[in-house]
């Protein structure tokens, strides 16, 4: 048995940087570049095995043939994706459909979400929720464009997490880079994007005006979080979030000085990007070179793993619910 190694696959965007490149190496594209799909199995924008056998293949190709690798799971396909996001500007206010609504109109998943902050520059904020009490004045004050008084504001500092389940107006703005974990999914409805230009259409870009009142959660309810830490050997264990208040994914944020010694603790697989630091993992006596920016997946049956050296790293698993 031996880790999935990944490689990116990188997307364009408007409100995109170059951080990607300066802070994690990553040979990304010329222009503006906003995420890196870092484990991904979603349909051409799937990340690429870059070690063992499978190597060269799409992580997706990887799922759909070799099915006991991911312990034989009913879905389909490849449930979670992780991104690193770089907001060099801001992003549209959008929200996400469920997954009755996404299938039913758009045939693709629900996309629920999650945001660990990693840098965040002085004074910076998100967009997370609304003040809308009715869907009615929700209508309204998207149609008069009252996003001042609409949309709420967060201040954010690196190292905060939230919970973006679908239903949730949110939205990144300038100067945030963020670890995201979500369902595999790519169905956004744009809200309102401050009128910018397209450069190739030169037109304002398209809004889903209608798709979004539809979808948004009326009135906005925080999500009842219950962050534990723990500490487990040379490692502090955050779990961030899980079922039954996730039921789509657990998700960890592990703080290594040392070694820690763990198993699959009876999930199907697991999860791993590096968000700081080098190490090592160790896995059926062979090490694996670990640092900044690595993404790889644990697959099922591994008895047992060790990671090693002074990392930060995100971990997460699949819940129940496709």
Not at 214 to 229: A, E, G, S
Not at 230 to 254: C, M, R
Not at 259 to 272: A, E, F, I, R
Request: proline share 6%; with cysteine.
């Amino acid at each position: 048995m031996e880790p999935i190694f990944l490689n990116p696959y990188f997307r364009p965007k408007i409100w995109g940087g170059r951080k990607l490149e300066t802070i994690f190496d990553y040979d990304i594209p010329n222009g503006k570049v906003g995420e890196a799909w870092v484990i991904s199995g979603y349909k051409n924008n799937a990340s690429t095995v870059i070690n063992g056998k499978f190597k060269g293949q799409s992580l997706r190709a990887v799922y759909h043939e070799h099915p006991d690798l991911f312990g034989n799971p009913q879905n389909k396909e490849f449930p979670l994706l992780v991104k690193f996001l770089d907001a060099n500007d801001n992003l549209s206010v959008q929200v996400h459909p469920n997954n009755d609504y996404a299938r039913k109109v758009e045939g693709d998943s629900g996309k629920t979400e999650s945001w660990y902050v990693l840098q965040a520059d002085p004074g910076a904020y998100l967009i997370y929720g609304h003040t809308a009490k009715t869907r009615a004045e929700l209508a309204d004050m998207i149609h008069n464009e009252n996003w001042d008084q609409l949309l709420c504001k967060v201040p954010v500092k690196a190292g905060d997490f939230f919970y973006v389940p679908s239903g949730t107006i949110h939205a990144l703005t300038k100067g945030i880079m963020v670890i995201e974990t979500q369902q595999s999914s790519d169905v956004t409805y744009r809200l309102y994007d401050y009128d910018r230009i397209d450069q190739k259409s030169g037109k304002k870009r398209e809004l889903h005006t209608q798709k979004s009142i539809d979808v948004t959660t009326v009135p906005h309810i925080n999500p009842k979080l219950d962050i534990k830490v723990a500490n487990d050997q040379d490692a502090e264990i955050k779990t961030l979030v899980a079922p039954p208040v996730s039921p789509y994914f657990y998700l960890w944020q592990i703080n290594l000085n040392g070694s820690w010694t763990s198993n699959l603790k009876g999930h199907p697989y697991l999860l791993v990007t590096v968000i700081a630091g080098t190490g090592q993992l160790v896995l059926d006596d062979k090490k694996y070179d670990l640092s900044m920016g690595s993404n790889l997946i644990i697959p099922n049956k591994t008895a047992s793993f060790t990671f090693a050296g002074k990392m930060k790293m995100v971990l997460s698993a699949p819940g129940k619910e496709i």
